[in-house]
């Protein structure tokens, strides 16, 4: 029988609440599926700095490097906002990405067709559906780039770097192309090289490995109008590659539009099979300790975790069709139920379960 390590952070807020369901969720999978899970807690972001001072012990490095996947809940909230940057949760976030190596960001952008309602497009616009993944460069770009202040001629300036290399461009491209693959077989690229020199070696650099994958339905659009075509006309996307910053723009865009931020997942990747894995949305500590979060954005971040890392794929698929079947019998948690009768994260977690059982 197959056994892997999984480094569980449950992190802050809401954090414990989700992953506990989407930890029944894997369970479930993995029994009907016949594979066992060992799973090993760590700690990361606010509650880590209580505990030891920091918001990325080495323990949890360790921890992490040593396992197959990594599960991750939320982290963060108002009680830690005050400390300085370099000891704030979010900094955990950012120095275990670094830590594992994991430079690409995917996010899927999916309207459930029962939650349709929660769409803020026009029903003509999303009737074929919305089924986006969007593939993020995350540790290059303007972000990681060169910064700084100086006084010029017309005062104070401040700059910032976007530098993008050859191996940085074909690396994120490769995950995007292999994605593509993997679903419909077409990929987009956004840039700017209308006027970016990063952006044009990005889109050489993209023409390049086209070629290597002639089964890719390979276009570049320019971010502008990819920005406008999300809301325009979504359908016509299926895997979106894009760099760090504009990345960062059109994902939360992508997510928006499917109206719903307690459904939507994430994977964060590297070179290996080792990804860490968590919902979109933060800590949520408006509702943390109500029993009341949707905890479906982590459990289809399980979902990702088995099919990325594992390579479970039949466990992935189960999971997802039972998110799909929970939807399509009617319940939702509050933040889905548009002020109807809803239920709460545990008893939502238990019917996932009882779902994937049988999806
Ligand atoms: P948020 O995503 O936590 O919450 C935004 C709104 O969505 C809130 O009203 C919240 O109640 C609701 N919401 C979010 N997830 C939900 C769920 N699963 N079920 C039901 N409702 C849900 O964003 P925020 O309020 O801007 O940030 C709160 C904290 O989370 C901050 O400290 C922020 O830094 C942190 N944060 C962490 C991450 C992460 O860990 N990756 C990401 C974003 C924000």
Not at 37 to 64: F, K, Q, S, W
Not at 239 to 250: A, C
Not at 290 to 319: D, F, H, K, V
Not at 341 to 358: A, H, K, N, P, Y
Request: glycine fraction near 10%; hydrophobic fraction near 40%.
């Amino acid at each position: 029988m197959m056994n892997y390590n999984i480094a569980v952070i449950r992190g802050d807020g809401i954090g414990p609440e989700i992953v506990k369901e989407a930890i029944k969720a894997l369970n479930v999978a993995a029994k009907r599926f016949g594979f066992a899970l060992n799973y090993h807690e760590v700690l990361m972001g606010g509650c880590a700095i209580d505990a030891t001072g920091v918001p990325l012990p080495e323990e949890t490095i360790r921890v992490c490097k040593a396992s197959s996947a990594v599960l991750l809940g939320a982290v963060g909230g108002p009680k830690w906002e005050t400390l300085p940057g370099h000891l704030r949760p979010e900094a955990g976030l950012l120095g275990i990405r670094s830590a594992l190596g994991l430079y690409a960001n995917l996010r899927p952008a999916v309207l459930f067709d029962p939650l349709k309602d929660a769409c803020p497009l026009k029903a003509e616009i999303v009737q074929n559906g919305l089924d986006i993944l969007m593939v993020r460069e995350l540790t290059g770009g303007i972000y990681f780039g060169e910064r700084g202040r100086s006084k010029g001629e017309r005062g104070e300036e401040a700059y910032d770097t976007e530098r993008y290399s050859v191996m940085e461009v074909e690396r994120i491209g490769r995950i995007g192309f292999e994605a593509a693959k993997r679903r419909s077989g077409k990929l987009t690229s956004v840039d700017k090289a209308n006027v970016l020199e990063s952006s044009r070696l990005w889109r050489e650099t993209m023409h390049r490995l086209a070629k290597e994958y002639p089964e890719v339905a390979y276009d570049d659009m320019l971010v502008d109008n990819a920005a406008m075509q999300l809301v325009r006309n979504p359908a016509r996307f299926d895997v979106v590659v894009t760099s760090n910053m504009f990345g960062d723009i059109l994902s939360d865009e992508a997510s928006m539009i499917t109206g719903s931020i307690g459904m939507l997942p994430s994977a964060s990747l590297g070179d290996g099979t080792l990804g860490l894995y968590e919902p979109i949305h933060g800590s949520a500590p408006d509702i943390a300790g109500t029993g009341s979060a949707n905890p479906l954005a982590t459990i289809l971040s399980c979902a990702m975790l088995l099919r990325y890392s594992l390579n479970q794929q039949e466990a992935a698929n189960a999971i997802e069709r039972a998110v799909q079947l929970a939807l399509e019998e009617g319940w939702r948690t509050a933040d889905i139920a548009a002020g109807k009768e809803s239920i709460g994260t545990q008893q939502m977690g238990d019917i996932v379960c009882r779902l994937i059982e049988t999806a």
